[in-house]
C-alpha cells in the first residue's frame, strides 16, 4: 500500500484496473450521452439518388445558350415535387419543373432556379449558359454502401443520432451503464427523512454521492448505511462487489477511523492500492481492488467527499462508461480577488467560474469546513492552490477544474441577448 | 405576419408565449437537471449540535495554560465516537477524548488535536493556551430552522441534491417536462428502417431534432410522417397541440412550399407570427401560436433543420422546462484559418471548437449543403458570420455559439494529465 500519493498517480493506479465495458442494444433516442461499441456502415447510397437542392428546372446543359443574354426556350414537359420520380426521361428541347429533393429526370443534367429564368406559357426561357452539374446533389456524394458512417467509440449526441438515422439504425449496439454501488458508513447517521437524535445527522453523502455517479454517466445503487463495525462494513462491501462495477464508501477513511474501511477491505482480501492522497481535501481517500472491481474509499465530510468524487471517482466512472475523454473540462482562469491562504499542502477550493469577455474568471468560495455543505451550492469549478504557492493576486491565472460537466450554460454570461 | 426577422426579434416574438409551466414531484436523484419549483427551508438546526470538526479533546477552555509551556494535566472522564452523545458534563480538570464530527459535551468549549497534546496514563497533557470556541463547529452555525437552503427557480444539480437531502427533502417540486411534438412533412420521406424507393428519403428529422429535444430537457412525441397535404398537416398539427407543450414541423416551409404549413397553420385559426428569418441556414423557418402554443415549423433540410433548432426551438424549449438561463453559451473564438465566403446575408457555419491554452479556437467545418447531414458529427459550435463582413483571416475573433451544451468536455484538450 501506498501513501500520501500525489492525485495523478493515484488516478494512474486506479485506472489500470477498469475494464472494457460490456455493451448492449438500445434505441437511438435513448442512446444519447451512451458510448457507440460498433462501426455504424451505410447499407445504401446517399443521397439515394441524384437530387434537386433547390426549387427549378431541370433540363439538359447542353441546350443552354453559349453566352450570356442569348435566349432558349425549353418546354415544360412534367412538374415533380420531392418524393415523385419522374415518368418519363428528359428531351433536349425539353425542362422538367421540379421542387426542392427532387429526384433528377433522366436525362437531365443541370437545375437552374426559378429566380433566375421566366417561365411563360408553358415554356422555360434560359439566357444565360449553365455548365453540366450545376445545382445536382449526386447519388452517392456523401456516402457509398459500406462506407463508415460514424465510428465506435464515439460518445452518442444529437448529431451522431442523425448519422444512425441515415444508417437506418433505429436501435445500436452501446457500452453498458456501470452499476455504482455507494455505501455510507457511520454510526451518527440517520437516514435524510428522519430528525436526527442526539449526536446524530442525516446521511447526504448517499443523495450527493448518488447524483454525482449519475451525472458521471454511472447508475447509482443505494447501499444501507453501516455502523462503524468492521463486519457489517465488509459485508456490504461484498454486497456492493456482486451487484456494482465499482464500490464507493464515505466515512472511516481518516486517521482516527483508520482500521475500518482497510481492515474491512483486507478482511475480504482486497488488495489496497494506497491510502492518503497529498491533496487536500479529502485527504484520507482509499483505492482498492477486490475480485478484479475497484473499491474507492471517500471521506465521510460531505463537502470532501463531494471534491474527492469529482478528482479521483470521476474519472474512473468515465472510463467505465467507454468513453476515451475521462477527465473534468480543466482551463486557465483569473482571480477575481486576492487569495493568500496558500499552505505547504496542494488543495483544490471551491470556486465560481465565469465567462467576461470570452475569459474564465473565477471567485474562491470562503473556505468551507470539509463536513459543511452551505455555500457548495454555487459552486461549478475547482481552484487548483499549489504546494508551496506564493500568495495570488488578483488577475493571477490559476488552473481549475470544470465539475459542472464543463457545461458554460451553467455560468452567467453578462450579456442576456444572443449576441 | 412579419417576414425577413432578425434572429433576435424571431426570438422575442415567441419567448413572449411561452407559459410558466406546471410542477410535479420527483424523487431528488431523478431531479438532476430539472428547475426546482418551491424554495426548500432547513427544518432543523444544521449542524444538529454543536460537533468536533476534527479527532481531539474536548474540554473547558478555562482550565487551559495562561501562558505557552505551561503545562496542565486533564483527567479524561469520556470516550465519544461520532454519533454517540455523552453521557455526563465535562468539569473543571476534565476532559473528553473524541473523534471527527463527534457532540461537544456538556461544559466543554474547546477542543485540542490528538497531535497538539500528549496522552498519558488516563490524562491528556495541554501546553499553551486555548481560546473558548475553538475548534468547535457550533449547533445552527450553517442554518436555523426556517432559513431558505436552495432556492425557487434553481437548476437541481450534485450540489443542489446535497442540500435538499440536508434539508430531510427525499421528492421534491420541479416544473414538468414540456412535451414536444415533431411533425416531419413531405411526401419522400420514408420512415428510416425501410429502403427508400424512387425519389424517397430516410426520414432523419424525426430522430435529429427528437434528440435535440431531449438534450434541450423537453420529451421528444414522435408524430407522423406527413404527405405534403394541407388537411393531413393540419390534422397532425392539431394532434400535436392536444398532446403537447411546443409543436415542431419540419418540411413546407420554404418559398415553393409556402402554401403547405403557413396555410395548415391558417386553417386551424393560427396566428402566424413570422416567417422567414434574415440569416442562413433554415431561413424559411416559421413561427406562430394557437390556443396558446408555440409551433414553429423549420426547414425540411436535414442540416438547416438541425441549424435551426438550436438558434430557435432551443431557447423556447429551454423556457419552457422553467429555466432562466435559456440561451447556449456563447464566447469569442479566433479562427484557425482565413475564410473568406462572407455574404450579404447573415450566416452560422458549422464549426469545431476546441480550447487551446486557454483560449477558444474555432475550425469552420466545410460548407454543408443544408441537405446533407455528412460533416455533421464534428460540429460542436455554430459560428456566426456577420452579413457584409469583409474576409476574416486566421486568428481574427469571431462570436461562436456552443451547442454541445456548452460542454467543455466535449472539445479535445491538448493537455491529456490533469494539469
Known amino acids: 500500500m501506498e501513501t500520501n500519493v500525489a492525485l495523478e498517480k493515484a488516478l494512474n493506479m486506479l485506472l489500470a484496473y477498469v475494464p472494457k465495458p460490456g455493451t448492449e442494444i438500445v434505441e437511438i433516442l435513448k442512446s444519447q450521452n451512451r458510448v457507440l461499441a460498433e462501426d455504424v456502415l451505410a447499407d445504401i447510397m446517399v443521397p439515394p439518388f441524384s437530387r434537386s437542392p433547390l426549387d427549378g428546372f431541370a433540363f439538359r446543359s447542353s441546350d443552354s445558350p453559349r453566352e450570356k443574354g442569348q435566349k432558349v426556350r425549353l418546354k415544360i414537359v412534367d412538374y415533380l415535387p420531392a418524393g415523385v420520380p419522374a ?184 488488495e489496497i492500492l494506497f491510502w492518503k492522497t497529498d491533496f487536500k481535501p479529502g485527504t484520507p481517500v482509499i483505492g482498492a481492488v477486490a475480485n478484479g472491481k475497484i473499491v474507492i474509499g471517500l471521506s465521510g465530510n460531505p463537502q470532501a467527499a463531494m471534491t474527492s468524487f469529482e478528482l479521483i471517482a470521476y474519472p474512473v466512472i468515465r472510463k467505465l462508461t467507454g468513453r476515451q475523454n475521462i477527465y473534468h473540462a480543466r482551463v486557465k482562469a483569473f482571480l477575481d480577488h486576492p487569495f493568500d491562504k496558500t499552505r505547504g499542502q496542494r488543495r483544490f477550493a471551491r470556486g465560481y467560474c465565469y465567462l467576461k469577455e470570452g475569459e474564465f474568471r473565477v471567485k474562491i468560495l470562503p473556505w468551507l469546513s470539509p463536513g459543511s455543505l452551505k455555500g457548495v451550492l454555487n459552486s461549478n469549478a475547482l481552484v487548483e492552490i499549489p504546494k508551496n504557492c506564493p500568495p495570488l493576486k488578483t488577475n493571477d491565472p490559476v488552473n481549475i477544474v470544470l465539475i459542472e460537466g464543463g457545461s458554460l450554460s451553467a455560468f452567467d454570461t453578462p450579456d442576456s441577448g444572443l449576441f
Chains 1, 2 share one sequence.
Open 87 to 270: 415518368t418519363r426521361p428528359v428531351n433536349s428541347g425539353e425542362a422538367v419543373k421540379l421542387m426542392t429533393g427532387a429526384m433528377i429526370p433522366e436525362g437531365a443534367d443541370a437545375v437552374v432556379k426559378f429566380e433566375d429564368v421566366v417561365e411563360e406559357d408553358g415554356y422555360v426561357i434560359i439566357d444565360f449558359p449553365v455548365k453540366p452539374e450545376t445545382n445536382i446533389v449526386k447519388k452517392g456524394e456523401d456516402f457509398l454502401p459500406g462506407d463508415v458512417i460514424i465510428e465506435k467509440d464515439r460518445v452518442i449526441n444529437a448529431n451522431a443520432i442523425s448519422l444512425l438515422a441515415l444508417a437506418g439504425k433505429k436501435k445500436v449496439l452501446v457500452y453498458k451503464i456501470p452499476k455504482v454501488y455507494i455505501i455510507c458508513t457511520g454510526s451518527e447517521l440517520v437516514d435524510i427523512e428522519q430528525i436526527p437524535g442526539p449526536g446524530k445527522i442525516r446521511n447526504t453523502n448517499l443523495y450527493s454521492i448518488g447524483a454525482l455517479v449519475a451525472r458521471s454517466g454511472g447508475e447509482p445503487v443505494l447501499g444501507r448505511i453501516v455502523n462503524d463495525d468492521l463486519n457489517l462494513i465488509a459485508q456490504e462491501i461484498k454486497r456492493g462487489l456482486e451487484v456494482a462495477d465499482l464500490v464507493l464508501t464515505t466515512g472511516g477513511a481518516s486517521v482516527g477511523e483508520y482500521d475500518l474501511i482497510i481492515k474491512a477491505l483486507e478482511s475480504i482480501g482486497a
